[in-house]
């Protein structure tokens, strides 16, 4: 949710920007877009479809973890050009290098946890398994491998929404934001800017 | 003529609505993808 978030402040930004310049929105163009349908498809059983993800053995999800996120890499590089691709290429490979230091996921400590769900709940389960059928797993910070790039980040208190993410994760919502606000500023304008 | 004009236009309107509508979802899909932030509640709570 936070990444589309800034997905969509990006482009909405961009929109606005072009609007404000009297220009056109000139949207990215994508290349490989089958590739990144592809790539997607094992996060989709593994994690987000109820009626899968209750059924594939923790590690096949990893697994399917590991080579969604290498094909999307592999997408990532198909279009690297892009303006702030860059950015999001290296928080996917901040975020890969961990899930696969820590068994194929992405590691939360429990007192991280117990800012997204009750104590009780955190304390009822265990400490390396699974944290419910996301890609995280609960891990103490000592038996953390990379533990500066785990889901380590919160949201002030004084947010409603609550979201543990990962330096890769900031990354990858400052690159979605760049690549799509980007579009918004004129061509002329892009010229002076790097000028400076 | 001019509804050919028309028709050719609308064409293209709905060609480019659907191109940007597929590279919106494959740049969701991608930070969706490539993100792993874990939300209060979570996934599967």
């Not at chain 1, 980007?182 to 790097?194: A, M």
Request: proline share 5%; glycine share 8%.
């Amino acid at each position: 949710m936070i990444l589309l978030l800034a997905l969509l402040a990006g482009w909405l930004s961009g929109l606005a920007y072009a609007c404000w310049q009297k220009q056109s929105y000139q949207f990215p163009t994508i290349n490989g877009l089958w590739l990144a349908f592809v790539a997607f498809v094992p996060q989709l059983l593994a994690f987000y479809l109820p009626v899968t993800r209750t059924r594939i053995p923790d590690i096949l999800a990893a697994a399917s973890l590991i080579t969604s996120q290498i094909l999307l890499l592999v997408f990532a590089w198909t279009n690297r050009k892009l303006a702030g691709m860059w950015l999001l290429m290296g928080g996917l490979v901040l975020n890969l290098a961990v899930i696969v230091a820590n068994s194929g996921f992405m590691p939360i400590s429990p007192q991280t946890a117990e800012h997204l769900v009750p104590a009780s709940v955190v304390q009822s389960m265990d400490v390396g398994g699974r944290f419910g059928f996301g890609k995280d797993v609960l891990l103490l910070p000592e038996d953390t491998h990379l533990v500066l790039l785990s889901d380590r980040f919160l949201l002030p208190d004084r947010f409603h929404y609550q979201v543990a993410f990962s330096l890769g994760d900031i990354f990858i919502a400052s690159g979605i934001f760049w690549l799509l606000l980007r579009q918004g500023i004129p061509l002329r304008l892009r010229e002076r800017l790097k000028c400076l | 003529m001019k509804a050919k004009l028309v028709s050719l236009l609308t064409q293209k309107i709905n060609r480019q609505y659907i191109q940007l509508a597929f590279a919106l979802l494959a740049l969701a899909i991608l930070v969706l993808g490539a993100g792993a932030p874990m939300e209060g509640g979570g996934i599967g709570f």
